[in-house]
Nanobody
Framework: QVQLVESGGGLVQAGGSLRLSCAASGVTFSSYAMGWFRQAPGKKREFVASISGSGSSRYYQDSVKGRFTISRDNAKNTVYLQINSLKPEDTAVYYC???????????WGQGTQVTVSS
């Protein structure tokens, strides 16, 4: 049974930073690409970033390039999302996902709330 558990969200002032974590179990972690998505109130869920199983390839949504960094530790079965220079428009529930490719995801976590105050 695949489980993805996000943590690290919270309330932060604009300009601050957060590091989100997603711990995976029930999968051969290094065989899966991992992704982060977010869903703001009243909006559709959107892609944020993804990383290959080895960590050698990374993709980002254009609007987060330079501020967000996705990384993974295969020894810990964990993927991270470092978010710097937070903006109020980054407020959303952030979800991690696992998949066999960097563009198609099969498993999802329950999400962690990030709220950025101005």
């Amino acid at each position: 049974q695949v489980q993805l558990v996000e943590s690290g969200g919270g309330l932060v002032q604009a300009g601050g930073s957060l590091r989100l974590s997603c711990a995976a179990s029930g999968v051969t972690f290094s065989s899966y690409a991992m992704g982060w998505f977010r869903q703001a109130p009243g909006k559709k869920r959107e892609f944020v970033a993804s990383i290959s199983g080895s960590g050698s390839s990374r993709y980002y949504q254009d609007s987060v390039k330079g501020r967000f960094t996705i990384s993974r530790d295969n020894a810990k079965n964990t993927v991270y999302l470092q978010i710097n220079s937070l903006k109020p428009e980054d407020t959303a529930v952030y979800y991690c996902a696992a998949g066999v490719s960097m563009v198609e995801f099969d498993y999802w976590g329950q999400g962690t709330q990030v709220t950025v105050s101005s």
